[in-house]
């Protein structure tokens, strides 16, 4: 069964309708049928958590994270495994460490990462990306 990792822009492209929704709502609704596996790190939750608060209220924010703890997405903490591959993904320079762990939950879980955040194609040669604006 193939494995997906959101990042924070994959979930904030559902919430806001953006191009790409399609894409996140299909993965979404392929976790009932068993076609596929969704991770994402706790790190790329609080980084929706700040934008949310910062834009809006932390009420509002938690409201989201609240929601997406309804949704089939299995939240993984950051253990040391997963810290030290992201580590090494931010040594490499030009990506944000928030991002850096949703690259080291893909490269740990042969997964792929869903995003359309142009930050990881530095990682292209390590790493598997479905972009959403292609």
């Not at 910062?54 to 994270?65: F, G, K, M, Q």
């Amino acid at each position: 069964m193939p494995v997906k990792v959101l990042d924070a822009y994959a979930l904030m492209v559902f919430f806001h309708d953006e191009k790409g929704v399609d894409v996140v709502e299909d993965l979404l609704l392929g976790t009932q049928d068993g076609e596929n596996t969704i991770l994402m790190s706790v790190v790329n939750l609080g980084e929706i958590w700040y934008s949310i608060a910062r834009t809006h209220s932390p009420e509002t924010a938690d409201r989201y994270v609240q929601e997406i703890r309804t949704m089939p997405i299995e939240i993984v903490d950051a253990n040391w495994e997963v810290v030290r591959q992201a580590a090494l993904y931010k040594v490499r320079g030009g990506i944000s460490y928030a991002d850096c762990f949703a690259a080291a939950l893909a490269k740990l879980n042969d997964a792929e990462v869903v995003t359309g955040d142009l930050e990881f194609k530095i990682l292209e040669d390590d790493i598997s990306i479905l972009w959403l604006d292609k």
